[in-house]
């Protein structure tokens, strides 16, 4: 099992920032993406910004310039900086992890964190 233990949501107002943090742990035998989704509720989960194991990145459109994803491959954490945030952001931001996990027989894996609140308001 992979799990992931996601960190730093909260309240802000507009035009302010937050950092959130995704640290994976387990049986990983290799991380091969990792990103951030959010959802609204009554809407679908979507893309907010991926990263692979070599740095590639993937952002939505309605982030990019503004968020920042990086990546700790040792750690197994990947982190998301979030500048000029605006009230659209408000949304429930979920760790996604994918790759292969190690155990009597190698495996892929699809893991996601219990997601955590960002809310943008004045």
């Known amino acids: 099992q992979v799990q992931l233990v996601e960190s730093g949501g909260g309240l802000v107002q507009p035009g302010g920032s937050l950092r959130l943090s995704c640290a994976a742990s387990?049986?990983?035998?290799?991380?091969?993406?990792m990103g951030w989704y959010r959802q609204v509720p009554g809407k679908q989960r979507e893309l907010v910004a991926t990263?692979?194991?070599?740095?590639?990145?993937n952002y939505a459109d309605s982030v990019k310039g503004r968020f920042t994803i990086s990546s700790d491959n040792a750690k197994n954490t990947v982190y998301l900086q979030m500048n000029s945030l605006k009230p659209e952001d408000t949304a429930v931001y979920y760790c996604?992890?994918?790759?292969?996990?190690?155990?009597?027989?190698?495996?892929?894996?699809?893991?996601w964190g219990q997601g955590t609140q960002v809310s943008v308001s004045s």
């Open positions: 387990g049986s990983i035998f290799r991380m091969n993406v």
């Open positions: 996604n992890a994918r790759g292969r996990r190690a155990g009597i027989v190698i495996a892929d894996f699809n893991s």
């Open positions: 990263i692979s194991n070599s740095g590639d990145t």
